[in-house]
Structures are given as C-alpha cells and as structure tokens.
C-alpha cells in the first residue's frame, strides 16, 4: 500500500486481488436480512468510497412508508453494528472527521421531522423518563451495550409541525407536553447529537416567495436557538426534497421578525436531499455537501443498500490512519443517481 499525507493513496493490484477473494468467500448477501460477516481486517481500505446517509421518519408498530416497526429498527442497528459500520454526524462527514478504526465505515443517521415517535418522554408522577421504544430510548441503550456507537445521528426538526411535530410532541398528543419540547432539544445537544434545521412546518419551498421561503427556514432556526441558546444550525434537510425556486436562499438567507425588529440569518454548510443512494466520500472531487443524497429507511431499502455497497466495492472502509486517504486502484463504481 501506498501512502502519503492527505493525498490519495493508491493500493498494490495484487492487494485489492487478494482481499478481493477473502470478501467473496466471507461477506454474504444482506438482502434479506443477513449481516456481513467480514471482519475489519478482512476489508481493503477504500476512503474514497461512499457514505450512506440514512433517512428516518417515524417509528411504529408496523412498517410502512413513512414508518419504520420498533423492532426493526433495533434489527438496523444491529446489521450495521456487526456490518462494521459506526455513526458519524453530518458535520462530522464535511469535516473529514472520520476517525474510526482500520476496516471500519461510516454510517450517517438522520431523523426527519421531529415526531414523538423519535423521542417521548414518560410521565412517572413528575418524573421524566425517555421512553425506552422512542428512537432516541432505542439508541441510548445500544449505545449503552456498544460504547463505540457514538450518539452522532442528526435530528432535522421542526418547530411548528402538525400532529406533534414540533420538537417531538405538544398538547397532549402521543402523551407529549408542550412544556417538554425545550427539554428535549437541550438533551440531544448535550448528548452528542446534531440538530438540522427543516423550516417551521415543513413547508414545500418551491410554492413560496423568497421572502416566505426565508422566514420559513430562518424561523426554524431561530426556534432551535431558543432552545439550545447558541446553537450553531450547520445542516438544513429540504421538506419534501424540493429546492426552493431560488436555490440560494436553501443555503443562506435572512428573515427579519416584524415584531421586535431581529434579523435572523442562516448559512448552512451541508443541505439534504431526500433519495439519491450514498454520498460520496468527502475526499472525492465530486463531493458537494450542499447537495447531500440520502437513503429513505423503509421495507428493505436498508438491507439492498448495503448489499449493493458490499458487493460492489463501493463502500467507505477507514485505513485506520487519520492522515491518510486510500482507495483500491483503478476502482470504479456506479450506485444509482448519486454515482459518476
């Protein structure tokens, strides 16, 4: 193998041959349901390969194409774990902080729309306790038995939603306080966890005026400010996927409170799509965080996913050596929309 200071590395062809038929003969199909059984010094080295972002909505007590079942949900996080994947941020991905032992991957988590169902809180006759089916409950205790997977998904919220969405839960509904929403938001902040801005309540930006489009996401912004003081908000998820008439202002913008006079600005570093299969490394030339392709979660979609990453060689395996970048020679790959 060769190696330079953050330069591409390339590796010996008689290398990538050889780890090429211990992956064959160790790594079986993960379309239905099974996990990769290749073990991190059994992969070749490929940081210039792609990311999976993950796109999650709600958990429930069936899956369908806005939920994902409870225990399916577990099941991810167990395919991935044994799949040698551990969770990085958004931030963390355009950074290039992806520290991780050598024939480990990256796997990015985010969470759309703020619903209960992601984080709910049980009343114990004044005491709070995160309910342990909530997605955050779910995650905390895997994180719990498996210390290397960090609390690094990304929460795209909302602050003005219907039907509970609104910092995971008011009113009432699914048995969620207004009062809580606050709460919430600070906790995941203080755990590691990232916040994405999503507009005030989901709005499609592509039927408004910029003016609208701007009050839209500064707003929400500003919301996640009131909770979590500070806050710097360094990844916006479009609503719907749709790109507002004027792109720009999906990136930066301003909205003026005609009540007290603030202007709120924004300029986000990574903005996410909603499909377009894995992103690419953030090595590769071609890596634009301002457009980031995501992975809808629902049915199988996970499972093919990986097994398209597995057996083509496309996937993001870490040298183990921060100051490096390495990639099998003459490697090539195409992955749907998303890839070259």
Known sequence: MFRAPRLIASLLLATLACHGSTRSASVGSVAHGEVAAAKPDQRTPNEMGRIPILEYHLLGDSD??????????????????????????????????????????????TFD????????????????????????????????????????????????????????????????????????????????????????????LAKYSDAVVQEQIARGTLAIDSAVPGYRVRTFALPLGVWPKNRTLAVAGEWKDPRGGRVEHYDFDAVLEVAGGPARSPYDPAFDAKRLPRVEVFATQLEQMLDRLERSGARYVSDGDPSTIARPLGSSVTLGRAAP
Request: charged share 25%; glycine share 10%; hydrophobic share 35%.
């Open 113 to 204: 729309d703020a619903g209960p169902s992601q984080f709910s809180y049980i009343d114990h006759n004044g005491s709070l306790e995160i309910d342990s089916n909530s997605a955050v409950g779910i995650w905390l205790a895997f994180h719990k038995e498996h210390p290397d997977w960090r609390n690094k998904a990304t929460f795209c919220v909302l602050s003005g939603g219907a039907a509970g969405h609104a910092f995971f839960g008011e009113k009432g509904i699914e048995g969620q306080k207004s009062a809580w929403r606050f709460r919430k938001l600070r906790f995941l902040a203080e755990q590691g966890f990232e916040l994405c801005g999503h507009t005030l309540w989901h709005a499609n």
């Open 64 to 109: 369908s194409r806005w939920h994902v079942e409870r225990n399916h949900f577990r099941r991810d996080l167990e395919r991935l774990y044994a799949s040698g994947y551990r969770p990085v941020s958004v931030s963390e991905m355009i950074d290039k902080k992806i520290d991780l032992p050598a024939g480990e991957s990256p796997v990015v988590f």
